[in-house]
């Protein structure tokens, strides 16, 4: 890497940490409490021109790698996890699948519109009554229409939900003997006719990823279609599990850095010394803060993985990173909970949003389960994927 090349990326980290800590901070309660996207946060990237983060600098965007990607969303998740999880989202759908599945008009086309227009992209592949634990089901279908195909299906967890300008849409074509021979995705633009919210997003946590249930039945003209039958499982599925490793272990660095300055501070009577002089106090905020190095040498070690270009070994660094960023978040958030006593349980405080966020983590695909039976197939020698369509 070239010292330009490392200056570029280093402004790019500095640039998204001060938003986070600037802006997306004092929004995130907001967006929380109205389950509403966070619009203003995206305002900012696209004023930034981060929106381009994963765009190939030959097609006029950052073209950052797999660490400096991973950093940054490490520090937007301190500011606010809806919009780290969601931007996760945007930005693999540029460069795993776009970069990887789309025609050269197409990417220019396509990239374009993010580098000059900050376009958002949706990834919408989750179905109702599916799970990617086991091997998806897709319902979804495709059937070829006068000079296009019309894709009809219902889709859920879609996030960026109606916030998105275009939807990265998956479905099996009619006739196909399975998903590997007729799997066949379309940039789908959000306002096209036959796009309904059926199923607007209400959950504990992460509420202002908006990630609806969406009902489709459109007409997609083949210029929209990206890549050919069963070319979709040679996309890359990776780079979503490592940002969903930086998004938890940004929740749970946040929550730990909260509850240290609350521990500093906190004087509870009848003692006269803050929280932090107690041994049981030192204890816990010990064992946060080995888990957290722990955490970030983890998901560090997988990013540059991913950078050697190892298959094997980054699935399982990135698998091994994945699981443990969800289980801190829940862990980290847990336990700063209690050390700040009844307090941390009132919405005044950021602590009880963060753990309702964090409680995604060990579910978010590839589920905590898959993570560890990924790993255990790879390191036993054995055949393993993540993602297995039916």
């Known amino acids: ?6 200056t570029h990326n280093e402004k790019a980290v500095a640039e998204v940490a001060r938003l986070s800590r600037e802006n997306f901070a004092g929004r995130a309660a907001g967006y929380d409490a109205e389950a509403s996207f966070p619009f203003e946060n995206y305002a900012d990237l696209r004023g930034a021109g981060l929106l381009s983060l994963t765009v190939p600098k030959e097609y006029g965007g950052w073209g950052a790698d797999p660490v400096t990607y991973t950093r940054c969303l490490l520090e937007m998740a301190k500011g606010c ?44 592949t989750s179905e109702p009554e599916s799970s990617f634990r086991d091997r998806f089901v897709l319902r979804t279908t495709v059937a070829m229409e006068g000079d296009g195909f019309r894709f009809s299906g219902l889709k859920h967890f879609c996030s960026l939900g109606d916030a998105a300008d275009y939807c990265f ?7 196909a003997a399975s998903a590997r021979e007729g799997l066949l995705a379309a940039l789908i633009p959000r306002d096209s006719p036959g796009v309904q919210v059926t199923a607007p997003w209400n959950a504990t946590g992460m509420r202002g990823t908006t990630s609806h249930t969406i009902q489709y039945d459109c007409l997609v003209l083949e210029e929209a279609v990206i890549g050919r039958p069963g070319q979709f499982f040679e996309a890359d599925f990776s780079g979503f599990a490592l940002g969903y490793a930086a998004v938890y272990l940004g929740i749970a660095e946040c929550a730990y850095e909260h509850i240290v300055e609350y521990a500093r501070t906190r004087v509870i009577a009848p003692a006269s010394e803050p929280l932090i002089h ?8 010990g064992e946060m803060a080995t888990s957290l190095r722990a955490g970030r040498l983890l998901l560090m070690d997988a990013a540059e993985a991913k950078v050697s270009g190892d298959k094997d070994a980054a699935a399982i660094a990135i698998n091994q990173a ?37 409680l995604g983590g060990p579910v978010m695909p590839p589920a905590n389960d898959r993570c560890l039976e990924t790993i255990g197939k790879l390191v036993c020698g054995l055949e393993a994927a993540t993602l297995e369509i039916e």
């Open 278 to 285: 107690h041994p049981l106090t030192q204890r816990s905020i």
């Open 322 to 358: 994945k699981y443990f960023a969800g289980e801190l978040g829940v862990s980290v958030t847990t336990q700063a909970m209690r050390l700040a006593g009844g307090s941390g349980f009132l919405k005044s405080s950021p602590l009880e949003r963060w753990h309702r966020d964090s």
């Open 1 to 6: 890497m070239t010292n330009r090349h490392r």
């Open 169 to 175: 849409v998956s479905g099996v074509l009619d006739g």
């Open 81 to 124: 996890p809806s919009t780290a999880l969601t931007f996760n989202m945007h930005a693999n759908v540029l460069s795993g699948f776009i970069n990887v599945l789309a025609t050269e008009e197409q990417k220019r086309r396509y990239f374009g519109d993010a580098v000059d227009r900050g376009v958002l992209f949706a990834s919408v």
